[in-house]
């Protein structure tokens, strides 16, 4: 309880947790995730009723558990949307990032393009995004929000890159001014940028960064 401290619930997982504990959203409805190598597992939070139990395909590389999406990627080029009837497998196009969902469709962005894919075996068509910032090119995605995502722009060897904030429509919503260039997360469900938890603020390396209006 946030105001007593008291303990409200508890499960266990059975194995150690290699992703999570966060709060995401499966089918829209809010949910605390955790997964291990094997497993991932859904609890709603008040109560610690188990939501969703799904078992990691062999081969995948990670599980990408954000405040509104939460896809199992992999094995291979597919995602692995997590809704109540179970994973639903879409492919990720080739040099493309998962950047989030809507049902159980997925929406992937690479090299300016944006998919949203409801196949296992076909992306479809991409919207093709704005154009790049003049000087820079395309560096990949930092982090995403339910209403889109943030992609990553910067000059060959240049210590410092430009945040966008696009929306799943295509449109820029903000750019950012020159911040301190990031190395690429460790793991394939991490993502550079942190969004806090009101989503109006993000951290990018030492970089606090304002979500509404990317300063």
């Known amino acids: 309880d946030a105001r007593t401290g008291a303990q409200l619930w508890?499960?266990?997982?059975?194995?150690?947790?290699?992703?999570?504990?966060?709060?995401?959203?499966?089918?829209?409805?809010l949910v605390v995730v955790a997964a291990t190598s094997a497993t991932v597992f859904?609890?709603?939070?008040?109560?610690?009723?188990?939501?969703?139990?799904?078992?990691?395909p062999e081969g995948s590389?990670?599980?990408?558990?954000?405040?509104?999406?939460?896809?199992?990627?992999?094995?291979?080029?597919?995602?692995?949307?997590a809704t109540s009837k179970g994973l639903v497998a879409r492919v990720v196009p080739a040099a493309a990032v998962v950047v989030g969902t809507t049902g159980s469709s997925l929406r992937a962005a690479g090299a300016n393009q944006l998919?949203?894919?409801?196949?296992?075996?076909?992306?479809?068509?991409?919207?093709?995004?704005?154009?790049v910032p003049k000087g820079l090119s395309w560096r990949g995605v930092a982090g995403q929000t339910e209403h889109g995502f943030f992609a990553v722009y910067g000059a060959a060897e240049s210590s410092t890159v430009v945040l966008r904030l696009i929306d799943f429509s295509g449109r820029v919503s903000w750019s950012s001014g020159p911040v301190p260039a990031v190395a690429a997360a460790g793991s394939a469900g991490a993502r550079a940028l942190r969004v806090s938890p009101s989503g109006a603020y993000g951290v990018y390396g030492?970089?606090?960064?304002?979500?509404?209006?990317?300063?």
């Open 206 to 215: 030492s970089t606090l960064v304002d979500l509404k209006s990317g300063g």
């Open 10 to 29: 508890s499960s266990a997982t059975g194995e150690p947790v290699t992703t999570g504990v966060v709060t995401s959203r499966v089918d829209g409805r």
């Open 61 to 81: 590389s990670g599980v990408l558990a954000t405040a509104s999406d939460l896809v199992v990627l992999g094995p291979g080029s597919r995602g692995h949307v």
């Open 42 to 56: 859904a609890w709603d939070p008040s109560t610690g009723a188990q939501r969703g139990k799904w078992a990691i």
């Open 115 to 131: 998919w949203t894919v409801t196949s296992d075996r076909v992306a479809g068509k991409p919207i093709k995004l704005p154009d």
